[in-house]
T-cell receptor
Framework: DAKTTQPTSMDCAEGRAANLPCNHSTISGNEYVYWYRQIHSQGPQYIIHGLKNNETNEMASLIITEDRKSSTLILPHATLRDTAVYYCIVRYQGGKLIFGQGTELSVKP | DGGITQSPKYLFRKEGQNVTLSCEQNLNHDAMYWYRQDPGQGLRLIYYSQIVNDFQKGDIAEGYSVSREKKESFPLTVTSAQKNPTAFYLC??????????????FGPGTRLTVL
């Protein structure tokens, strides 16, 4: 599975969009990009995933660059409850999830 | 409500004792997983099972054992051979392994402390 690189931490003002970047320069053509988040002392929660096209659901949007070497998770209107560690993971269909250290997002009032 | 339950939430044991962590799911998922998380770290895969009566070692299986006698249940035993068992243990399940949309759903976790 391809390695991902994420910033260790980010801050975001409440009500503003949170844009979380992820680099995955060695991703192969059939690897998907997944995002999970983990609120302190809870189990991780699936957010969204994509292959080539941008994706949107009720939680977030996922923007994948045309060369697929990087992506951005967008929380359009961050709230205090979005404070969590966000994990970007790339994996083959049916492959293992490999969690790195993620980005610790702090949403501030 | 559909979901994954883990019990207990907090568990204490004395050094040298085996302990079994429970994981139950009613999502009709085929695959189940056990992860370990240490402070400030990501999750590491201990064992996983894609079907009843079958399971595979993950990246850090030494000192752990599992069973998968029922689809709904995937208990994890932390044996006395595990040298550093104090950690946060997370169980997850997903639909048929190999499918694109088999995102994993996680339980609330069990925090094990060895005294």
């Amino acid at each position: 599975d391809a390695k991902t690189t994420q910033p260790t931490s980010m801050d975001c003002a409440e009500g503003r969009a949170a844009n979380l970047p992820c680099n995955h320069s060695t991703i192969s053509g059939n690897e998907y990009v997944y995002w999970y988040r983990q609120i302190h002392s809870q189990g991780p929660q699936y957010i969204i995933h994509g292959l080539k096209n941008n994706e949107t659901n009720e939680m977030a949007s996922l923007i994948i660059t045309e060369d697929r070497k990087s992506s951005t998770l967008i929380l359009p209107h961050a709230t205090l409850r979005d404070t969590a560690v966000y994990y970007c993971i790339v994996r083959y269909q049916g492959g293992k999830l490999i969690f790195g250290q993620g980005t610790e997002l702090s949403v501030k009032p | 409500d559909g979901g994954i339950t883990q019990s207990p939430k907090y568990l204490f044991r004395k050094e040298g004792q085996n302990v079994t962590l429970s994981c139950e799911q009613n999502l009709n998922h085929d695959a189940m997983y056990w992860y370990r998380q240490d402070p400030g770290q990501g999750l590491r895969l201990i064992y996983y099972s894609q079907i009843v009566n079958d399971f595979q070692k993950g990246d850090i299986a030494e000192g752990y054992s599992v069973s998968r006698e029922k689809k709904e249940s995937f208990p994890l035993t932390v044996t006395s051979a595990q040298k550093n068992p104090t950690a946060f243990y997370l169980c997850a399940s997903s639909g048929l392994a190999g499918g694109e949309h088999n995102e994993q759903f996680f339980g609330p976790g069990t925090r094990l402390t060895v005294l």
